[in-house]
């Protein structure tokens, strides 16, 4: 991301950055975005308090890569400072944790570790948690941490939300932090597009010198003389601010931005792609754990009457449907049972490109195939609507009869590719038919990474209108089924309760279709592997 105050010689920490730095209150608390230099501010924090005062700083992180990162910049800021330290790197005895330790010339000490609460006890110190809502075990870190910090110590949480549960949520909600909702920016928040109006304080002027590796300079008041006095900081234009015991902070990307730092908010929403993860990891806000991936209102708006559930197998591409109009409410007078019995009546023959996605399930999910068809293959990729044409629904099949299902599309010249299930189950059947219809055919492992790059890009075609789906309850249903949680690792999980309905089949199979027809999207690999065909052999389905 850039940065242009990191190349500037003598250019002061951004305004957010100067607040932590210098707010020297024992409890503080900052919910901050992903990428703005929060823990540069926060490391070089660490460093100026023990130069000024001998003692103990423990910094725990989320992993021990990031541990690692955190001394780096302790390093940096040392090095640009001019101050002889001396570095380790041991283990923790009795175990495989790096500890990452470097010791002043006045006798302080700054600890850098990943996050474990057996690792934090017997320490006595300043405690710094990095990242704590992505902290495994974090109630236990907190009570350790906690402990560590009772004899007048001080405690610093950072961190971006992670969803609305874990003690770093609870502790950001006793502070505020939650929901909360920022004023519209102000100029007399001491937000400029050219710099910063305040004039810098000590410890301003000392991270000033980090990027030119020069000695802190004295300010000047009024009159030009010299004075080592602290200078009064910018105000608090969004959140920094007592509440109850904690000090708080809240920092998004778009207000770090209005202070100076340089990113194109726009450009990066765009690329993220994900409007819930931009919400969460650069808005600040706190998603609810289990949210429902896809608004029920929006499977709504993508429903035509030209999206169809069978298609007419034979038939003379002459008797396709007319040529779709823009995506709006039509046949909004229309109630649900009619549009529903429009849908299942309604078949089409095939004239385009089309692509089949296949989810595969056996004895307790259901088997589903469903096919869409390009609108217009001369539209630009990014650019291009699909429109259902058939949904097929097989409920404990054998799984020939699913395989001559399945090769009764394929057989179909219009087919252009299928994408199918190869996990669990699926595996034998994908491999056959990969075997018998070659590149046409695409084995889809189901990972955590694969089922986010296939769930987001049915957000996304919905969210662009894109899609045209039938009028359908069990399909309305399964899409809606969809919950995306965010699991105590930290790791982003897309899944669905399993019902007598099935367990979000219909889902996944138009996930898997459009996949292989989205030709800006991501390539997903096919792994086979002995244990993969063990777990397939199990019937764990």
């Known amino acids: 991301m850039a940065n242009s105050r990191r190349s500037k010689p003598g250019l002061p920490l951004y305004p957010y950055q100067l607040r932590w730095v210098e707010d020297d209150s024992r409890y503080k608390i900052a919910c901050k975005a992903r990428q703005i230099g929060f823990s540069f501010a926060a490391t070089f924090r660490v460093v100026h308090r023990r130069r000024r005062i001998p003692g103990l700083t423990i910094w725990l ?54 996050a474990n609460p057996d690792t934090v006890r017997g320490f006595a110190g300043d405690i710094v948690l990095d990242e704590f809502a992505f902290h495994r075990d974090d109630e236990a870190i907190w009570r350790a941490a906690f402990a560590t910090a009772t004899r007048g110590y001080q405690i610093e949480i950072i961190s971006t939300p992670n969803g609305a549960r874990g003690k770093y949520y609870e502790l950001a909600r006793a502070a505020g932090l939650v929901g909360y909702t920022p004023p519209a920016a102000r100029e007399d928040c001491g937000e400029t597009q050219q710099g910063f109006p305040h004039a810098p304080s000590t410890v301003a002027a000392e991270a000033a010198s980090l990027t030119a590796g020069l000695k802190p300079r004295p300010t000047k008041t009024a ?33 770090s931005r209005a202070e100076g730092f340089v990113v194109d908010v726009e450009a990066l ?60 409410g039509t046949s909004a007078s229309l109630s649900a049972s009619q549009r ?113 790059d296939l769930a987001v890009r049915v957000k996304r075609m919905l969210e662009e209108r894109r899609l ?44 898997l279709a459009l996949s292989t027809a989205d030709d800006s999207g991501s390539a997903t690999e096919f792994i086979s592997t002995h244990s993969a065909r063990a777990f397939a052999q199990s019937n764990a389905y």
Not at 350 to 361: E, T
Not at 377 to 398: C, F, K, M, N
Request: one cysteine or more.
């Open 223 to 255: 009159t030009g003389r010299p004075t080592t006095k602290p200078a009064a900081s910018s105000p608090l234009p969004e959140r920094a601010a007592m509440h109850g015991i904690w000090s708080s902070h809240w920092v998004s990307l778009a207000h």
């Open 468 to 511: 045209l789906l039938p009028y359908d309850p069990v399909i309305r249903a399964s899409l809606g089924a969809v919950k995306r949680c965010v699991t105590p690792a930290g790791n982003v999980r897309f899944d669905a309760d399993r019902t007598d309905a099935g367990h979000a089949d219909h889902f996944w199979a138009l996930a």
């Open 340 to 452: 529903s019995a429009i849908s299942a009546e309604r078949e089409t023959a095939l004239a385009g490109h089309c692509f089949l996605g296949v989810d595969i399930g056996r004895r307790r999910d259901l088997t589903v195939l469903w096919l869409i068809e390009v609108e217009s293959r001369a539209a630009p990729a990014d650019a291009r609507r699909y429109v259902t044409r058939s949904v097929q629904t097989l409920e404990r099949q054998p799984f020939a009869q699913q395989r001559r299902a399945i090769e009764a599309l394929l057989a179909l010249p219009q087919i252009a590719r299928c994408a199918i299930d190869a996990s669990g189950l699926g595996l034998m059947l994908a491999e056959e038919l990969q075997a018998r219809w070659g590149a046409r055919v695409e084995p889809v492992t189901f990972t955590a990474a694969v089922k986010e």
């Open 61 to 114: 992180s989320a992993s021990e890569r990031q541990a690692l990162e955190a001394m780096e910049y302790v390093r940096q800021h040392l090095r640009a400072l001019g101050v002889i330290a001396r570095f380790q790197d041991t283990f923790i005895e009795g175990t495989l944790v790096r500890q990452q330790q470097v010791r002043l010339g006045n006798g302080s000490r700054i600890i850098a570790l990943p």
């Open 269 to 328: 929403r765009a690329a993220i792609s994900d409007e819930d993860a931009w919400q969460q990891e650069y808005c600040c806000r706190f998603l609810t754990e289990a949210a429902h991936f896809i608004p029920p209102e929006m499977v709504v708006a993508a429903e035509h009457p030209n999206a169809t559930l069978r298609v007419a197998l034979g038939k003379p591409a002459a008797t396709t449907s007319l040529p779709l109009p823009a995506i709006s």
